[in-house]
């Protein structure tokens, strides 16, 4: 089922890996994106399953959980705009945590094949939104390094070896 006027609207307006494309590129993008609406409480990703998609939030609010010890602990929440579940649509291993809808979601969902064949025929496309996957994901990196503490002091580099003269 393609998306609505009102969803592909939204797109443009707010989704951080599509900031800056112009609307005949949202266009592009719209034909590879399929709709669902989740009630609040429902799994979106369960750790360890293999999926073969991403997910672009709409409206509403998802949490993200890991295991931890065997006890499932809230790491992350992501809103209107955000974007999860690209990690395994590049490196196609299992989902790193588990994803549920904190309030009722709108949510769009891009699948490998659509997306390897869109920047395959759109390269330019392809280049941006992978630009500001990259920023996505590098952004998220540096926060969970922040709350993993301060950085450990490094040893001092070894001095340069001393040449023998004779």
């Known amino acids: 089922m393609p998306i609505s006027s009102a969803q592909r609207e939204r797109l443009s307006m707010g989704v951080s890996i599509f900031e800056g494309l112009a609307p005949y590129e949202i266009d592009i993008i719209a034909e590879a994106l399929y709709p669902r609406s989740l009630k609040a409480g429902a799994e979106i990703i369960r750790e360890g399953s293999f999926s073969e998609c ?5 409206s509403g609010k998802v949490r993200v959980e890991k295991d931890i010890n065997r006890t499932p602990r809230p790491v992350w929440y992501l809103n209107a705009g955000d974007c999860f579940g690209e990690m395994s649509l590049f490196d196609r291993l299992p989902r790193s945590a588990s994803v549920y809808a904190d309030t009722d979601v709108d949510i769009l969902l891009m699948y490998r094949v659509e997306m390897e064949e869109m920047f395959e025929r759109h390269p330019h496309i392809a280049y941006r939104v992978m630009i500001q996957l990259f920023r996505t994901v590098s952004i998220r990196m540096r926060q969970v390094l922040a709350q993993l503490g301060p950085p450990t002091p490094q040893a ?4 340069p070896a001393a040449s023998a003269k004779s």
């Open 156 to 159: 001092p580099a070894p001095a």
């Open 54 to 58: 991403m997910f672009i939030i709409l």
